[in-house]
């Protein structure tokens, strides 16, 4: 899209400091802010507050000088010096309507990346094989799918990468299992089971954990017999989680999957390239690499290790090698890593070993996109009854069950098949939005009753409310994506929901710079908010002329296609009615 007008007046003040009008030298760079308080214009900027000092004027002398410099534009309509000095600028509202109409001519709505299209590595998902996907994986898939949308959508290419746990000691256990009780397929489909009994035969047999852990060293070794069963059970288990990304409408293919076993053949390599670099410092039989910046509370160096005294390899050293991967082969300008923010202190120090190893090459950034903790009602990680680990897909099912018996409640006439379909959308979206509405980095409470409730921030109401909007259009038999006429905004209810519909594209940038899908989530419950009081306020059905109701009919026409795609990027199916 053209730039939003909040962003035309920061250029146009930064092109006051080039002009001489203001002072240079201001950090960070000028900041234009969206209003809450639309009674004091649209933007404000408390430019003339931070410069006046530097520029020997009063704050208030600066603002007028400032206004009486600025080139008129036919986007604001006025500017007002308010307070100690705040600029504040009103938008024009006809402008504005020009450019709903112009978002509601394009099928994108408008909306385009602020920059150059990149190349994103996208770390998400990437359970550990041993075992069934459970809660633990349920946020890096589902906020990392999330802003893999948004980015998708802003015309950046994605390449998803699921750094599968498929390498591990525990394999040992399995392969021996697996050889001792050669398993069928059905079998082995129950992960959870199959884990238990192996992990139960390591506990309590000598014989059988010596021979778990030579066959790890076999299988490292690339021992043919080894690798065949360690693959059957791999492929088994890639197609359990291959079921459960469908089911979450979470978009990730097989061909996704680059899994920790991927790198096994470099990791000789980035150890010795280290060495090169002079890196590496052995420590009790360890080669290690230790960075002045990481130490403990009581000073003492904290090692990154990248390989163990036995010649075994390290989750870091993997770590290290997909880095480099990343760079030189995917050529990727960022890398993203949505993963528990509890291994922050690992990304922070993979990321500079592999900096000053010069393993990045072409300028990537590094960036860990952590996620804080989903806990139980109690404030507690989340567990089963028993205080085992709660099955992803156990809690699927429970959520449409739950969205199943809301529905029926609210429309008992349903047919069956229909009911049965909007429970999944809405059980499986209320999962996926309540995780989502919640700032990244924070630990949040799951909680089947608050996130399947019809009122709130949440995924019922979202889905309900456009519904509400496909509603009217049914009603007038007409297409959402085809009303004609233009734009006009007359009733505050249809300038303030106008306003907040023109921000998409910022919002979406902004999901994509910080990786936060909450601030997307906000945006639509606004929207929704904002198109309730309009939808109370400007009668459509009885509006006062035909212009009017075309008006009026366009405003809604692209809060529904915002909503529509804001929850499509969130990952959320929606529905026509329910
Ligand atoms: N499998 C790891 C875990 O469950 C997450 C891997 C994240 N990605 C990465 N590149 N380290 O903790």
């Known amino acids: 899209m053209k730039d939003t007008i909040r962003q035309l007046i920061q250029q146009a003040l930064t092109q006051l400091v080039n002009e001489g009008v203001l002072p240079e030298g201001l950090t960070p760079a000028i900041q234009v802010e969206n209003a ?26 600066l603002a007028e000088k400032i206004i009486a410099a600025l080139p008129a534009d036919e986007q604001i309509s006025k500017t007002e010096i308010a307070g100690p000095g705040f600029l504040n600028f009103f938008q024009n509202t006809q402008a504005l309507a020009g450019r709903l109409d112009a978002a509601l001519a394009d099928p994108k709505l408008g909306v385009s990346k602020t920059g150059a299209p990149e190349r994103v590595v996208v770390d998400l998902s990437a359970p550990n094989l041993a075992k069934e996907m459970h809660v633990g994986h349920l946020r890096s898939t589902i906020i990392g799918d999330g802003v893999a949308r948004v980015l998708e959508s802003l015309g950046d290419t994605v390449i998803r990468q699921n750094h599968v746990g498929d390498w591990g000691t525990q394999f040992g256990m399995l392969l021996a299992y697996l050889q001792e009780k050669p398993a069928t397929s059905d079998e082995l489909s129950d992960l959870e089971n199959f884990y238990r009994a192996a992990k139960q035969r390591f506990d309590e047999s000598e014989e059988f954990a010596d021979r778990a852990r ?9 021992d043919p017999e080894c ?4 693959k059957r059970f791999n492929e088994i288990s890639l197609s359990h989680c291959q079921k459960t990304y469908e089911r979450l409408n979470v978009k990730l293919t097989p061909a996704d999957v680059k899994g920790e076993s991927a790198y096994n053949d470099d990791l000789a390599n980035v150890v010795s390239d280290l060495k090169a670099k002079g890196l590496l410092v052995e420590s009790n039989g360890a080669q290690c690499v230790f ?12 090692p990154v290790i990248v390989q163990k005294a036995d010649g075994g390899y390290l989750y870091a050293t993997t770590d290290l090698a997909a880095i480099r991967y990343r760079s030189n082969l995917l050529k990727a300008d960022r890398a993203l890593y949505f993963v528990d923010q509890r291994q922050a202190l690992h990304f922070q120090q993979v990321f500079e070993v592999a900096r ?94 608050l996130m399947l409730n019809f009122e709130g921030n949440t995924a019922p109401y979202l889905l309900y409310a456009y519904t509400r909007v496909a509603g009217v259009f049914r009603k007038l038999s007409k297409d959402l994506n085809e009303v004609e006429g233009q734009i006009s905004l007359q009733a505050p209810q249809e300038q303030d929901l106008a306003a907040r519909l ?77």
């Open 356 to 449: 000053r190893a010069g393993f990045v090459t072409n300028g990537m950034t590094m960036e860990h996109m952590g996620f804080g903790t989903m806990n139980g009602a109690d404030g507690r990680p989340f567990k089963t009854r028993d205080g085992g680990t709660v099955k992803l897909i156990d809690l699927l099912n429970e959520a449409q069950e739950r969205a199943y018996t809301l529905v029926k409640e609210k429309n008992p006439e349903l047919a069956e098949d229909d009911l049965r379909n909007i429970a999944r959308v809405v059980g499986i979206g209320a999962v996926k939005y309540a995780d989502l509405s919640k700032h990244r980095t924070s630990d949040y409470s799951f909680n089947f009753d």
């Open 502 to 578: 023109a921000q998409f594209g910022e919002v979406l940038n902004n999901v994509a710079e910080k990786g936060t899908p909450h601030t997307l989530c906000t945006y639509l419950y606004d929207v929704a908010g904002l198109f309730s009081s309009f939808y109370e306020n400007c009668p459509i059905l009885g509006a006062d002329s035909p212009e009017q109701q075309q008006s009026r009919l366009r405003l809604a026409a692209l809060t529904g296609r915002t909503l529509k795609q804001g929850l499509e990027l969130l990952g959320l199916e929606t529905l026509e009615r329910m």
């Open 214 to 222: 030579g066959l790890v060293v076999k299988l490292q070794a690339g």
């Open 227 to 230: 690798l065949t069963l360690w």
């Open 36 to 61: 809450r308080d639309k009674t004091h214009g649209d933007f404000a900027s408390n430019i003339a507050m931070m410069l006046a000092k530097p520029a020997g004027m009063k704050p208030r002398d």
């Open 291 to 302: 960075l002045e910046e990481f130490k403990t509370a009581e000073g003492t160096p904290l």
